[in-house]
């Protein structure tokens, strides 16, 4: 990337400077005609001198030659200020798209860092520089060329309009630039000193406390909190101390940029009033003058300003760029531009005389000579540095050797383009990155190179698109559309998605994550009218859940759904709804303050009871958690109120307790309704359900049913032969409420289901359902494990020549790892396989095995025989 801001900004954007360019000068003349009429119309039109007798052939007045210089003073303030919008609104523009490249730009040069860059340099760093750091270039980018230009030549121009009224006025107006452009580029030049240090040093904050975040656990685990706040206090006292004297200088040269310019009119009042007096220059002339003074200081402050922020600009842009630019970058033309062929790298493996170094100064892998067959799979063995891990890499070309070489199927890993390792080889390492979104598209991540099927846009969304793609060419930007499908189907030998969703099941079940998978199905909900044939299978399913239960005793770990039934486990706004809310006011958490729920409930005879048992809990709270401590833990677990709600409600219930009901707003009595509308008979036994309390809140369901029926707008009531398209699909087959009171009855329920769910014969389209699952950020929602097998199913999906692994089963439990690896190895027969092993054991599963140590090869041979030789293999397994 081009060191010289204006460099890069005239590279790419030559063209729109021409234009804008083009537009200042046609301002400039405008300008000075703009300049010039007022002075026409004081000395000419008002004192009524010099009004030519006729104009084309009409007689001039000195009322129609006053209107009419007007009416073109007018007209040239509109053309001037439509062409400044313009200029401005292109400048804009131009800075946009060159922050939009710029940005772009700097995240291609992250993706041709080598590895080990990202040892010494944090996404804290990266992303700031990227997102944030950019922003004032941008700002300035429109503005770098024209701007100067635009407010210089207004600035000529306006003294230009001076010298030609008095030679003496526009000596004054000129008198004090001199030390106003000697002075402040001295200034200025302290205040970028401190600019750069404040953006080093905030840089260093913000890696800080991105290192903070990551190690929050042991922070608080060994009480360091304190320690942390003090190193961030430095910091931040440390960039506070740098602003404070960029503020004094700034503002410093602002005061004596503003003192000298006010002192100018001082020269103009005298010496102009002075020639006025004599007659050497007429009044209209001096009026004129002042005027053009007045708006020279804004183009000299915008150019002041300019070059201020120019410097500043400059010292971000070659602090950005000196980041983005580490030795061992991978040369752009093994990135760009993929080929229209990949090369097949089923063949065998030769390395010869390999050697890579992180830093120039130790090998991490030494002169390393061996080959590998076609279709062999071989392990690697070794301690944490003894160079399997860099040779896994080499072999994946994650990283480039740094003498020697590497020919895979007869073709040198060192200069073949990245397409050829990146669609043949599967690589995946022990913390393999899961990327934000759902399991299906990190499954299929590794088959999306380049789009295969276009978007199906309307016609609205088809120019919209394509106004979108030429922004994207104008700007540097790929014209690729991230809505396209991007799966490259014939890589993964399916002809479609449906055969796609198949593999992947299948490949899902070879790493023992299709169970789990088939849980987040049973998790999710469908949609009954796109899903037809699954909602009538779960609904099915209801019967043979009923019998299991009766058969196996389990009556007692869940309450099956009956309209004529109290439920234990269900809060009492849930037993009155029996139903999923629809309506925003019919949600549970609003439900209390729903004027038609509680005049239902006033209609049955209910709500005083309901107002009267709210009372009691909120005593009960009261009483409870009256002397516990607001920030206790206590309010968070058991607590109906929060600390701050606890003396209001304790207003409430003395003036209950006093009879005075009638006294407490709607509002208030919402508030001890919702209470109620909380309890769980089940989990909250504070006795205050009587025994007829189930029955009538039964029949105020009943009621509610009965009024709100076909109002599926409102809630969508439980029915025994209806999906729910608003409950999970476990809920929908279930259909009842795991209870809270029984130990382990969450697992054996769930296991129930899922049995009757495979019996069912759901499993298949559960699985869909659980492709969709959303893994959250980096894959935090899923176990370490399920990230690894995860990262196994993507990279045998790709259906590759060559698999390489590196320790990619370290987080699972000895025998799932066993179990993974003889399925994967099955799966791969055929193909060629290099796995760096964290059990030496597991190495009796490959046909060879390669033992490092210190970036060496020791051994190498079948596992049988190197424990037999009792060498560095048998020390690695003792």
Known sequence: MDRSLFRYILRHTWRDQVFLLLLTAISFPLIYVNLEIPKRIVNGAIQGKKIPETFFGFHVTQISYLMALSILLLALITINGGLKYWINVYSGVVGE??????????????????????????????????????????????????????????????????????????????????????????????????????????????????????????????????????????????????????????????????FLAQITPFFFYSVGGYLVIRGSLSLGALVAVLAAYKDILNPWKELLTWYSTKEDVRIKHEQIVSQFEPPG??????????????????????????TYSENGIVNRVERLTFRVARGEQVALVGTGYSGKEELAQLVARLNLPTAGRLNVAGINLGDVHQAVPGRRIAYVAQNAHIFSGTLAHNLYYGLKHVPVHPFPYDDAGTAIHERQVRDAIASGNSPYDVRADWIDYEAAGVTDVAELTTRAIEVLALVDMERAVVGYGLASTADPLLQPELAAKA?????????????????????????????????????????????????LSRLAANPEVVALLRDVGLLDDLYAAGVKVAALMVEIFADVSPDSELFEQYSFISPEDLPEFEVLVSRFNQGRMAAVSDPDKARLLALTFRLVKSRHRLGVMDEAMPARIVAARQAFSTRYAGRDDICEFFQPDRFSAALSIQDNVLFGRIAFDQANAQTRISAMVRDIATEEGLNADLARLGLEFDVGSSGSRLAYSERQRLAIARGLIKNPDLLVFNEPTSGLDPATETRVLDAVLQWAKGRTVLWALSRVELARAFDRVLVFADGHLVEEGKFEELERAGNALTQLVA
């Open 97 to 258: 798209r060159t922050l939009r490249r710029l940005r772009h730009d700097l995240y291609w040069q992250v993706m041709r860092f080598p590895l080990p860059q990202f040892k010494t340099m944090s996404a804290g760093e990266i992303i700031p520089m990227i997102v944030a750091e950019t922003e004032p270039v941008g700002g300035f980018i429109g503005d770098a060329i024209v701007l100067p230009i635009f407010q210089g030549g207004l600035l000529l121009t306006y003294v230009l309009f001076i010298f030609n009224q008095d030679m003496w006025l526009g000596l004054a107006a000129i008198a004090l630039w001199p030390p106003q452009m000697y002075l402040i580029p001295r200034l200025q030049r302290t205040i970028n000193l401190l600019a750069k240090e404040r953006v080093q040093t905030a840089r260093q904050l913000s890696d800080r406390i991105g290192e903070s975040v990551a190690g929050f656990a042991e922070i608080r685990g060994n009480d360091t909190m304190q320690l942390e706040r003090a190193d961030i206090s430095e910091r931040l006292g440390k960039i506070y101390g740098i602003r404070y004297d960029i503020y004094r200088r700034k503002f410093f040269v602002k005061f004596l940029n503003n």
């Open 329 to 354: 970058m991978i040369d752009p033309k093994l990135l760009e531009d993929p080929p229209a062929s990949v090369p097949t790298l089923a063949g065998d493996i030769a390395v010869s005389a390999l």
């Open 539 to 587: 609904v099915a399913a209801r019967a043979k859940v009923r019998e299991r239960v009766q058969r196996e005793n389990l009556a007692a770990f869940v309450e099956l759904f009956d309209p004529a039934k109290y439920f234990n486990n269900m809060s009492i706004a849930e037993n009155i709804l029996f139903g999923m809310p629809r309506h925003p006011d019919f949600q």
